[in-house]
């Protein structure tokens, strides 16, 4: 489903921000990314979803090099991934319902299809009844419930995560994870970067972790390129 084979990625200013990354997800896995701040997590997901591009390696998603991809196709790269921010991006002059809908409206969706997909996605995290109010008038959990739901009203075979519980208590924090785990019952790929531990004590999932740029732990040792 992802596939790195010896990817790095460095950025015009001379910062390697990956180094030699090789690693698979499985199709239908869960699995967590961690490593201190500036380790490289944000970037790999980046590359993941095309925002930045690999500069040596090959990089496989849902069966298909993305680093050969044009411009022009990578807005449908885009479509099979969902991604969660940990500052939820909404947009807050909208309703929850029609931040929910961004991604089928940009998909020319209909409106009748639209309607049933955001409630269905709405229903998933728990937020159904409340698709007329707007972001702030909603808790911290609940905006980032919204989050999830945009995420996945295009019914994405792969959702990407960056710190989604960096801002929540403890016990809403497990509430927005607990809801990962059941797209990943669902047969949805789920990778989350992370800095909560007791998550990954928790749900005793697959870790990747990296340490300046470099995977040190569960990767790929042999993987070509």
Do not use: C, W
């Not at 180094?19 to 990314?33: G, I, R, W």
């Not at 790269?77 to 940009?106: S, Y």
């Not at 972001?135 to 989050?147: D, K, N």
């Amino acid at each position: 489903m992802i596939r790195f084979a010896q990817v790095s990625k460095r950025y015009e200013s001379g910062h390697d921000a990956l180094k030699n990354v090789s690693f698979h997800l499985d199709k239908q896995e869960m699995v967590f990314l961690i490593g201190r701040s500036g380790a490289g997590k944000s970037t790999l997901l980046k590359l993941i979803t095309r925002v930045e591009s690999a500069t040596r390696g090959q990089l496989i998603v849902n069966e298909r090099n993305i680093t050969r991809l044009t411009r022009r196709q990578v807005p449908y790269l885009r479509r099979e991934i969902g991604v969660v921010f940990q500052d939820h991006k909404l947009l807050h002059d909208r309703t929850v319902f029609d931040n929910v809908a961004l991604p089928l409206v940009v998909a020319g969706v209909g409106h009748r299809e639209t309607s049933r997909r955001v409630r269905a996605a709405l229903d998933k995290v728990d937020l159904l009844g409340k698709e007329r109010l707007y972001p702030i008038m909603l808790s911290g959990g609940e905006q980032q419930r919204v989050g999830i739901a945009r995420a996945v009203v295009n019914r994405p075979p792969i959702l990407l995560a960056d710190e989604p519980t960096g801002n929540l208590d403890p016990e809403l924090s497990d509430e927005i994870m607990d809801i990962f785990h059941q797209f990943y019952q669902f047969g949805v790929t789920v990778l989350i970067a992370t800095h909560e531990h007791r998550h990954i004590d928790r749900l005793n999932k697959r870790v990747l972790e990296l340490e300046q740029g470099r995977l040190v732990r569960g990767g790929d040792e042999q993987a070509e390129p």
